[in-house]
T-cell receptor
Framework: GQSLEQPSEVTAVEGAIVQINCTYQ??????LSWYQQHDGGAPTFLSY????GLEETGRFSSFLSRSDSYGYLLLQELQMKDSASYFCAVREGVDSSYKLIFGSGTRLLVRP | DTGVSQDPRHKITKRGQNVTFRCDPI?????LYWYRQTLGQGPEFLTY????????KSRLLSDRFSAERPKGSFSTLEIQRTEQGDSAMYLC?????????????FGEGSRLTVL
């Protein structure tokens, strides 16, 4: 089976930096994805890490350590519009499955 | 609009009734996924197709649930004899292959309320 752990809620101030952690346990592993979902909206893709290290996309960065089964999403220069839920998701390396398994999400509240 | 579209966006039904949802994926995408999401939770995998073949189905999925993708294009998800516990947002997503970058394109979802 598989499990993903991430904090349920994080609060930060506009302009600050916030890190959302994700630890996972899977039968196999291909990569870790991050998604953003605003209330009432669809999940939207942010980043994907298949190899160890940091991937940067604008204000968002994502990190993966395969040996530690750990990753994080880093959001810089926080804006009010970043208030949303953030999900980590893993693609298991079982039978070439392409499904993603999602964590329960971290709700980020950005305060003025 | 060339994104993933789902229909209907909202469905209210009485317990015991059957409901069907439709998903039209991005046209060049060969993989299609169904997820279910309840308030405060992440999307829960239900099933996925590669072209017209249903390659995987969640072990947690009741046999009241069935999905089809008859010509490898649009898909339908049917729930028979609905129960109140089926109330959720049903999300469809698509992606292209071969290979995988962990990116799924989600539709806006079909919200089901079972009374």
């Amino acid at each position: 089976g598989q499990s993903l752990e991430q904090p349920s809620e994080v609060t930060a101030v506009e302009g600050a930096i916030v890190q959302i952690n994700c630890t996972y346990q899977t039968s196999g592993f291909y990569g870790l994805s991050w998604y953003q979902q605003h209330d009432g909206g669809a999940p939207t893709f942010l980043s994907y890490n298949a190899l160890d290290g940091l991937e940067e996309t604008g204000r968002f960065s994502s990190f993966l350590s395969r040996s530690d089964s750990y990753g994080y999403l880093l959001l810089q220069e926080l804006q009010m519009k970043d208030s949303a839920s953030y999900f980590c998701a893993v693609r298991e390396g079982v039978d070439s499955s392409y499904k993603l398994i999602f964590g329960s999400g971290t709700r980020l509240l950005v305060r003025p | 609009d060339t994104g993933v579209s789902q229909d209907p966006r909202h469905k209210i039904t009485k317990r015991g009734q059957n409901v069907t949802f439709r998903c039209d994926p991005i046209s060049e995408h060969n993989r299609l996924y169904w997820y279910r999401q309840t308030l405060g939770q992440g999307p829960e995998f239900l099933t996925y197709f590669q072209n017209e073949a249903q390659l995987e189905k969640s072990r947690l999925l009741s046999d009241r649930f069935s999905a089809e993708r008859p010509k490898g294009s649009f898909s339908t998800l049917e729930i028979q004899r609905t129960e109140q516990g089926d109330s959720a947002m049903y999300l469809c997503a698509s992606s292209s292959g071969p290979g995988n970058t962990g990116e799924l394109f989600f539709g806006e979802g079909s919200r089901l309320t079972v009374l």
